[in-house]
């Protein structure tokens, strides 16, 4: 396959995978029963979100850099690639796994909120979902796309000038009267 052809696809993987690292840290990570003994109970449930907010923030960052890697020059989609990549590995690093303090913490205060919440005793056992894998995945994916857009960033498509703010195109010089009108209509001062 062609780098121009990997273009479309690695940038909608880019996209897949911001939105899945998001999804995923919105999900229910840890839960817990609180039960006081005369006393209602309720379930407690935390998502990667609540345990560490950087996570769908990050998450975030991939999704635009996915988005950004459509506007930008050459140059700038390798800044793009190497900037996913960073913020992919700072996110593998925040991700609070199964059966860590950060995830249990969370846990624990979110029980405390919780008005069946007596004591550290009335906090039943912790049960786990694999969303924090499912998001070091995505994450994991999102460094290997950043590492392909680092790649193949000068040989991909971009954008025509037609797409650039007025002033920044020279003008064309021409005397003739109708260039000068063109320029008018267009909104810049053909006297400049």
């Given at each position: 396959m062609?780098?121009?052809?990997?273009?479309?696809?690695?940038?909608?993987?880019?996209?897949?995978?911001g939105?899945?690292?998001?999804?995923?840290?919105?999900?229910?990570w840890?839960?817990?029963d609180?039960?006081a003994?005369?006393?209602?109970?309720?379930?407690?449930s935390?998502s990667?979100?609540?345990?560490?907010?950087?996570?769908?923030?990050?998450?975030?960052?991939?999704?635009?850099?996915?988005?950004?890697?459509?506007?930008?020059?050459?140059?700038?989609?390798?800044?793009?690639?190497?900037l996913?990549?960073?913020?992919?590995?700072?996110?593998?690093?925040?991700v609070?796994?199964?059966?860590?303090d950060?995830?249990?913490?969370?846990v624990?205060?979110?029980?405390?909120?919780?008005?069946?919440?007596?004591?550290?005793?009335?906090?039943?056992?912790i049960?786990?979902?694999?969303w924090d894998?499912?998001?070091?995945?995505?994450?994991v994916?999102?460094?290997?796309?950043?590492?392909?857009?680092?790649?193949?960033?000068p040989?991909?498509?971009?954008?025509?000038?037609?797409?650039?703010?007025?002033g920044?195109?020279?003008a064309?010089?021409?005397?003739?009267?109708?260039?000068?009108?063109?320029?008018?209509?267009?909104?810049d001062?053909?006297?400049?």
């Amino acid at each position: 396959m062609t780098p121009r052809r990997l273009y479309v696809p690695v940038v909608l993987a880019t996209l897949a995978t911001g939105g899945l690292a998001f999804f995923a840290a919105g999900r229910t990570w840890a839960e817990a029963d609180v039960r006081a003994q005369g006393l209602g109970h309720a379930t407690i449930s935390v998502s990667g979100g609540d345990a560490q907010p950087l996570v769908p923030a990050l998450a975030v960052v991939v999704l635009t850099a996915a988005l950004a890697i459509l506007a930008a020059g050459r140059r700038m989609r390798r800044v793009i690639g190497v900037l996913t990549m960073l913020v992919a590995a700072a996110a593998i690093v925040a991700v609070p796994r199964s059966g860590t303090d950060a995830l249990q913490d969370a846990v624990r205060s979110a029980a405390e909120e919780s008005a069946a919440y007596t004591g550290p005793a009335s906090l039943g056992s912790i049960s786990y979902a694999p969303w924090d894998l499912v998001t070091i995945a995505a994450f994991v994916l999102a460094i290997a796309l950043g590492a392909v857009t680092l790649r193949l960033a000068p040989q991909w498509p971009t954008m025509s000038s037609r797409y650039d703010a007025p002033g920044s195109r020279p003008a064309a010089k021409d005397d003739s009267g109708t260039e000068m009108w063109k320029a008018m209509d267009r909104g810049d001062d053909p006297t400049a």
